[in-house]
């Protein structure tokens, strides 16, 4: 537009070497305005100056090669924080579920192939020693191949809570003869 645009009167009047010229700029120009469309604001501004596609291609090029050293360590930090995962002796298992969870989403947006048995049997080796008799249940009973990682933390949240519930029982039971105890203690007082 800035250098002047005329409008062709009629394209077959064109040698043939030139209507293949007009062909290949229009092909350019339409892979160009693909690869725009595909761009987000801060990458756009790399390449908005450019004329053809293969420029703006080879400016992608450059710049995503530090984006993919970038992945390769930022993956490699999550797969030591995943190897390394191991719930803590207070922690629920809605906590520790949520920090598995989290850890594995990232490393699938770094296009990492997380198999959802892999994960399962990392929670399964991770948790405290309260749940071994369900890990064992778990592991007889059900086909951790195919068990999901919701499934698994779901079967693991009832028991936490049967769990807390059969042992808050006595120790409210205690608390309260304890109570009893000593307001019986000061009447005699």
Known sequence: MEKGYTQLENKNSLPQNEKETLLKMRKDQQALTFIYQGLDE????????????????????TSLEDVDKVKKVC????????????????????????????????MKRYQENMEEAHVV??????????????????EKSKDIESMTVDRLLGSLQAYEERFKRRND?????????????????????
Request: include cysteine; glycine fraction near 6%.
């Open 42 to 61: 801060g990458i756009f501004e790399m390449v908005f100056n450019v004329s053809t596609s293969k420029e703006a291609w080879e400016i992608l090029l």
């Open 169 to 189: 029982e006595p120790l409210e039971k205690v608390l309260k003869a304890k109570a009893s105890l000593k307001v019986k203690g000061r009447d005699n007082t």
């Open 121 to 138: 049997e990392k929670v399964l080796r991770s948790l405290i020693a309260k749940f071994d008799f369900v890990i064992c249940v778990i």
């Open 75 to 106: 993956l490699q930090t999550l797969g030591g924080k995943f190897k390394s995962l191991d719930m803590k002796q207070f922690e629920s298992i809605l906590d520790f579920g949520n920090r598995v969870i989290m850890i594995v989403k990232q």
